[in-house]
């Protein structure tokens, strides 16, 4: 079976039966194209449709998206995981304005070197939004391409990759190349859907290898993972008497970036000396939850909430940063704060992370929980 036919029977499928209202594929820009390539790498399309929505509302274009604080961005993207991706639009958004002259470049070199921006995603820029012909290898293309010709391997691995690749470019056809590149995206991720794929419907059925061989759940082969390590940690989750919880924004590198979160401290240390150091907070221990275990890529994360109350708070912590509220506290004074009292009724100061937003939740839950009095205090 020739590659073109490949192609065509895909395309001719996406014609008749492919989604063709997605947000993105209105007015597809190269601005938009990237916003939704980025979001729906590992999340899928229902979850990013609201996403994308309010995202391109707030930040129409990439010069609007380059001067918005990063702390607005996170807010924008806390739900959608994997927060690097946030960050990475924020730093290219800005060398788009600043180096590109507000164009995002329409070379491959280029345009693949800014931040988040592999060779698939600005290939499907380049194909969708600037009509260049680039093949995709994105996860839906990928798994889509393995099961097809059975390509056995993890795709991570170089030597797997590299098979992939040669492969998208072999199926790449020279004309209606766009509407082939929406059509396999398209496919991987309705009929050939990581879990139960939908043989029956499929247009290139008849030659898939996977299929024939009975084989489908082997396609992309898995990463042997090693066993992930186990670190523990505290969270010192503190309430002040106005019902504020006290946050402190994480260093730019490293877990959680740049998001808001619940000090942490060696589960080694006692709290109270450690808060008294840290912060000047005179505390009072008032609960110790039960170890929450957060999975991260690379290690499991035991997170054991340690609760104190806040009798006083120092006047360095307070003077800004007491109202908690983000209308109340000019950005600026958002951004340049490390620290502050945040009322968990309210929007968050920015994005937190996935852990700290969990535990906000329970701790709204507890009956005893009441922040009329930071209500009164943000009128
Ligand atoms: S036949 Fe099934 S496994 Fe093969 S490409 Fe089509 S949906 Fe995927």
């Not at 104190?308 to 109202?323: F, M």
Request: glycine share 8%.
């Amino acid at each position: 079976m020739a590659t073109v036919s490949f192609a065509e029977r895909l395309i001719a499928w996406h014609d008749g039966h492919g989604r063709h209202d997605l947000p993105w594929q209105r007015d597809p820009s190269a601005y938009r194209v990237w916003i939704s390539e980025v979001m729906l790498q590992q999340t899928r399309v229902t979850t990013v449709i609201p996403y994308f929505g309010q995202f391109t509302a707030r930040f129409p274009e990439v010069g609007v998206l380059a001067a918005a604080p990063l702390d607005e961005v996170l807010a924008l993207w806390s739900g959608l995981g994997y927060y690097a991706r946030a960050r990475h639009l924020h730093q290219t958004a800005q060398a788009v304005s600043t180096q590109h002259g507000g164009q995002f470049p329409r070379d491959m070199a280029t345009l693949s070197a800014l931040p988040g921006i592999g060779r698939s995603t600005a290939a499907a820029i380049l194909t969708l939004a600037m009509g260049l012909r680039h093949p995709i290898l994105d996860g839906n293309a990928k798994r889509v391409l393995a099961r097809h010709h059975a390509i056995t391997g993890w795709p991570g691995d170089a030597a797997v990759a590299r098979a992939l690749w040669e492969l998208a470019e072999r199926c790449t056809p020279h004309h209606g190349f766009a509407a082939y590149t929406q059509a396999i995206m398209d496919l991987g991720a309705t009929l050939c859907a990581r879990a139960r794929p939908v043989c029956g419907d499929c247009p290139v059925a008849n030659d898939c290898r996977a299929r024939i061989l009975d084989r489908i759940p082997e396609f992309p082969g898995r990463r042997t993972r090693p066993t992930l390590p186990v670190r523990k940690t505290l969270f010192v989750i503190l309430m002040n008497p106005a019902g504020a919880v006290f946050l402190e924004r994480r260093p730019t590198a490293g877990i959680w970036g740049g998001l808001w979160a619940f000090p942490e401290c060696p589960p080694e240390l006692d709290p109270l000396p450690w808060a008294a150091n840290h912060y000047g907070l005179v505390v009072t221990h008032t609960a110790t939850w039960a170890t929450v275990r957060h999975t991260l890529t690379h290690l499991h994360l035991d997170i054991t909430p340690w609760l104190g109350s806040v009798a006083t708070a120092d006047e360095n912590i307070t003077t800004s940063t007491t109202l908690g509220h983000r209308k109340t506290i000019p950005k600026k004074t958002i951004e340049e704060s490390p620290t502050l009292w945040y009322n968990p009724r309210h929007d968050p100061p920015g994005g937190l992370a996935t852990p700290v937003a969990r535990l906000m939740a329970r701790l709204i839950d507890q009956p005893t929980f009441d922040s009329t009095a930071i209500v009164r205090e943000t009128k």
